[in-house]
């Protein structure tokens, strides 16, 4: 290794039960450098990160850092051996004042009492090297996130950190405040301290990092300095496709010419929704496309009530609504497939028969009580006419495949008679033959009449399926691609860029 690189992870390994989810892995990061670990979800970046820090054990490789193997058991080891992480949430004591978090567990004394005085003063200088002007003797939360994450790096700096792990770090910020950390980061790489960096936001990645690492589905794509790429090939790595050899994906293109059904207008909510805007038509199939963090779940969250608007307003069949539960939504025939079915879809020991009827206990109940033979009746339907494999409707959900799990929670909704239905990667980890029955089924939704808004991380779904894609970035619309536009070469420039590369697709 030489002098060269502060840490090298070779050949890392990681399996959860039979699922491998590290394969291999070489990750290394040179002395005084900010490096970026890049992937979308499922890549493998947590579980890195966690074997780094002593919180996973790795099941095979080895790793160096500052010349030395080391075998961290837990984030303390990893931080006495000179790695420190600072997360999106922050990990540091609100109710303890500034200068007593940067100091805890190693505090200066005299006379065998603490020194306060010494304390504070070594706060102030320590923070001021860093730019940073405040008074340390104020409790942490009464300062924003920003200088939260200022005192965390100023710790990190205390306890000699060799390298400093920023996860997400610059997601609860806002611009002003991303331009601090910045600007600190720049004088922890003049120090000569190296800065591992995990953002979804690619501006950032290329504004900071001096080089990154790509991983996907658990293994290596590569390494890769930062100059040397563009945004649309970063985002071409991280998604497995070479952007200029595409292989278009056959579809038709449906002109839809139903009424307009939902109109959302200058969303905002919190930092992650910056003013979206969408409509959707009366059987239209339109898609939400863009990377981690783009905002796409984030909105379909704020439609169906999940989570509050701070601005903006929602129209359904041109009258304004306002859903502060999702009960509400509902009752006015929207329904949400989400993207997790195991912790917010499925209920894992009821029958299917009472997964598919527990969203609408009206149809099969009556005074309170449950009528059984219609509960049947009703899961029976549409077992047969969305083509569930069960052995019957008294079969535990739990021992069904993951595609007809699925197909069972859109039963759920469907027995509903919807207008409008969000599908939140609808397709995620499921094999071929159930995403091609899925993808058929979300078609044939659409040819009744319902609309339907398609999340999905695979591009190759959105062309296939839908007639319009909404593309986002950053929680603002980048673009919107209707018919012959909808290719991935078109998703990926906007995603990249906010342009596409020749003439359409642009959103005003």
Known sequence: MGNEY???????????SSVKVLHEVDFRIKKGEVHALMGENGAGKSTLIKILTGI??????????????????DALEAQKAGISTIYQEISLIGQLSVAEN?????????????????????????????????????????YGTAIQQMVAIARSILIDAKLVIMDEATSSLDDDEVKILFNIIRKLKAQGISVLFISHRLPEIFEIADSLTVLKDGSLVGEYRTADLTRKELVSKMIGHDAENIVEVKRTYRKVSGEEYLKVSDIQSGIKLKGLNLTIHRGEIVGLAGLLGAGRTELARVIFGIDRKDKGEIWIDGKPVEFKLPAHAIGHGLAFCSEDRKVEGIIPNLTIAENISIANMKEVSRFG??????????AKEYIEKI??????????????SGGNQQKVILARWLSMKPDFIILDEPTRGIDVGAKKEIEDLIREISAEGISVLLISSEFEELIRNCDRVEVLRDGKNAGCLRGEEITENNIMSLIATGKVETGGGQSE
């Open 6 to 16: 502060i840490l090298e992870m070779k050949g890392i390994s990681k399996s959860f």
């Open 56 to 73: 996973y054990s790795r099941d095979g490789g080895t790793i160096l850092f500052d010349g030395k193997e080391i075998h961290p058991a």
């Open 102 to 142: 940067i100091y805890i567990g190693r505090e200066i004394k005299k006379h065998g009492a603490i020194d306060w005085k010494a304390i504070n003063e070594k706060s102030r200088e320590l923070l001021a090297g860093l730019g940073l002007d405040i008074d340390v003797t104020k409790v942490l939360s009464s």
């Open 369 to 378: 009580v449950i009528h059984h033979a219609k509960q049947r009746a009703v």
């Open 387 to 400: 083509r569930i494999k069960t052995t019957g409707t008294d079969q535990k959900i739990k021992n069904l």
